[in-house]
Structure formats: C-alpha cells, structure tokens
C-alpha cells in the first residue's frame, strides 16, 4: 500500500513538473543554434505535443519547417507540413495558415504538385481565420496558378474579391494592385496595367509604417513613357 501511494505521488510530481512548450521550445531553439538538427526536431515536437493552445503547436511545427529549411532538408521540411495537413490539434485559423505555407512552397514545383496546391488552397477558402493577410494569402496563391497557367481572367477576378474589400489593410490592397497590374501586362491590357500599378503606388503611400513601394513606382514609370 505505502509503495502505491509513493508510486502515485512520484508520478503527480512528474505531472507536475513537465516542461511547457514556451521552455521545451527554449531548449529546440538552443540545440538548433548549435546545429543539432534531430534533436532540435525531437524538442520541437515536444514542444508541440506540449502546447496548450493550438496557435503554439503551429509555431513548433513552423519552427521544425524552417529549421530544415534552414539546413537544405527541403523534403523533409515539407514532409513536416504536410504530416499535420489534418491535425486535428490545429484549429482553422492555424490550419489555414499551415495550408498557405506548404502551398506556397509547392506550386511552383511539378503539374502534380501545382494541382495538389489548388486543391488545397480551395479547401482552404471554407476555414474561417481573423487574419486579413492569412485570409488574403490564400486567394494570392490561388491567383498566381491561374495566371501561371495564363487563366488571366481568374486570377484577376481573385484579386478583385480582394480589392472590393474596404476593410483591409493597404498593404494587402498594395499587393492585390500591383499583382493585378502584372497580370493585366501579361495579358497585354497595358492601359489597365498600369491604372492598377497607379492604385498600388497610391495603397503603398497610405501605409505609415517603412514600407518598400518601389516596385509599383518603377512599374507606374515604365508604363507611362
């Protein structure tokens, strides 16, 4: 009886003194300074087994992605994204994010690939999320296959959905404007390319923190000669 109480004792000071994600991320984060990767890649999945909100699990699983990034483990970091595609652990707002993340890595890759991308993405209109750039990277991405496949009308008519929102920020409208713009100039429509560059440049001054506008600027000169 005495050894089954100091078992159960043991095991609620065990409890009790696990490690919380925010200190087990600590330790992935020191051992990926020192350029221990499996272990790094052990603690972080600790780290989010532990989390206790599921915007945490996503920062661990984001940190093990870009850790083998970092090291040139390309498939191996997308097997990681990939791996939680269904996580359960995940609510939509981070689900989302995650889907935006690996989709954003392969569409540039095979037809396959490219396709497995839309699909997704179109999965991933239907979760809801309360953050405009997560919201609007999901149509950007969308629209970027379209025009790659020179299906201009459709990307356009997805950055349109953007831009008739008035309750987003301007450096999303800048990035909708100036996306449309080069969708307009590869399909030839010049004077309408360049009305949008004209209305990213004026997005792109509306932001009061250091922004780069540069891009629409040059686009508004090259137009205009």
Known sequence: MKKTVLALFLSAGGILSAATCPELMKEAEALAK???????????????????????RLNCILAGFTLLQSNRQGEQALQILRSHLEDEKLENQELRRLVNTYAGQIIWGSPKAVDEAMTLLNSATRLKTGVQYDEFCTWYLMAHIHAARKNYEAALGLMQNILKRRDLHPAIHYSASLFSGEIQEKNGQRESALEYYRKALEFGKKITYKF??????????????
Request: charged share 30%; hydrophobic share 35%; proline share 3%.
């Open 34 to 56: 020192a350029k221990d990767v499996p272990n790094a890649l052990k603690k972080y999945e600790e780290a989010g087994n532990a989390a206790s909100t599921s915007a945490e």
């Open 212 to 225: 780069d506008y540069s891009a629409a600027e040059q686009a508004v000169k090259r137009l205009s000669k």
